[in-house]
């Protein structure tokens, strides 16, 4: 397969997905904003509110594909913000997580404690639920189920720390991981794409993890500051007494040897990601998958001054 002989050259990746994604000039769809129900509207001024990566990229998606990007999304936002608010104490919280796909089937159920920046999807949550059970049934089944497993996962990494490169691996599967295996269920509910891509759980696997491997990276500073540790101890203890000594000048030579293993770990999935890309046969899906991978794959290559 000519795209992957290229995995050795990611310049010759870069183009190809430029090429791919550009070279039938897609253009953004024009939302017939006027043809929905108000909760649907709502639900999009949600997404564009809350996403700042997959806004254009989902409302570009085909047919009714589209709407169920938008309220999986909008749930696993909730899910999330949950997961993130720190105000919220453990006994409170680990409940809220196991139980939250379960919410989906309640009218009423909001949460107005939140104090997070996305609080907005807990507090009208009545409005995304509604839109939710307005799916197809085939739809609802992935949406729900994902939501279920993702939330008992990110239960189990609130009481425990990240230890080990497979406990890493792990909790990267249940808040990313899982995203990967959802959306690939519902690109082959929509039609869009073959039943394989569905089915190969591996693959859509990986595409999460790619994901969350690079933003965890990325927001080291960001996540310490607030208190998160998600980077693992099994690497980061073998330069550093504390994760969070890689913040001062005088560690920056252990801080890159820590980057260097976390960064060539992330990598392995690339190849995962190629032949997941090379799958998928409608213009829209691809795009939906190729743009955040293809930033993700140039902010290491751009790091490690292969790609200028």
């Not at 796909?101 to 907005?120: A, G, I, N, P, V």
């Not at 992330?266 to 090379?278: E, G, K, M, N, T």
Request: glycine share 6%; charged share 25%.
């Amino acid at each position: 397969m000519d795209i992957l002989k290229s995995l050795g050259h990611p310049e010759e990746i870069f183009n190809l997905f430029k090429f791919k994604m550009g070279g039938c000039r897609t253009v953004m769809p024009k939302l017939d904003y006027e043809s929905m129900s108000e909760s649907l509207r709502t639900c999009y001024l949600y997404l564009n509110q809350t996403s700042r990566s997959f806004a254009a990229v989902i409302q570009a998606l085909d047919g009714e594909l589209r709407h169920a990007v938008c309220i999986f999304y909008l749930v696993l936002r909730a899910l999330d913000t949950v997961e993130d608010d720190m105000s919220i104490p453990l006994d409170k919280k680990v409940p809220m997580l196991n139980d939250f796909h379960t919410y989906l089937y309640q009218d009423e159920w909001c949460f107005t404690e939140s104090q997070e920046k996305d609080r907005q999807v807990l507090e009208d949550f009545p409005t995304i639920s509604l839109e939710f059970r307005n799916l197809a049934q085939e739809y609802r089944d992935v949406i729900s189920d994902i939501c279920h497993r993702m939330g008992v996962g990110m239960a189990e990494f609130l009481e425990k720390k990240v230890g080990s490169m497979k406990e890493w691996d792990q909790y990267c599967h249940y808040v990313a991981g899982l995203v990967g295996i959802g959306l690939s269920q519902l690109f082959s509910a929509s039609q869009l794409e073959d039943p394989e891509v569905g089915r190969d759980t591996e693959l859509a696997n990986s595409m999460g993890l790619f994901l969350q491997k690079t933003n965890i990276i990325r927001d080291y500073l960001e996540d310490t500051q607030d208190g998160r540790v998600f980077w693992p101890r099994e690497a980061w203890s073998q330069f550093a007494g504390r994760l969070e000594d890689f913040a001062q000048p005088e560690k920056l030579e252990s801080a890159l040897s820590c980057l260097n293993l976390l960064v060539t770990d992330a990598l392995r999935h690339v190849p995962d990601v190629i032949a997941y890309l090379s799958r998928l046969r409608n213009q829209s899906v691809f795009n939906f998958c190729a743009i955040p991978q293809v930033n993700a794959v140039l902010t290491y290559f751009q790091t490690t001054g292969i790609v200028g």
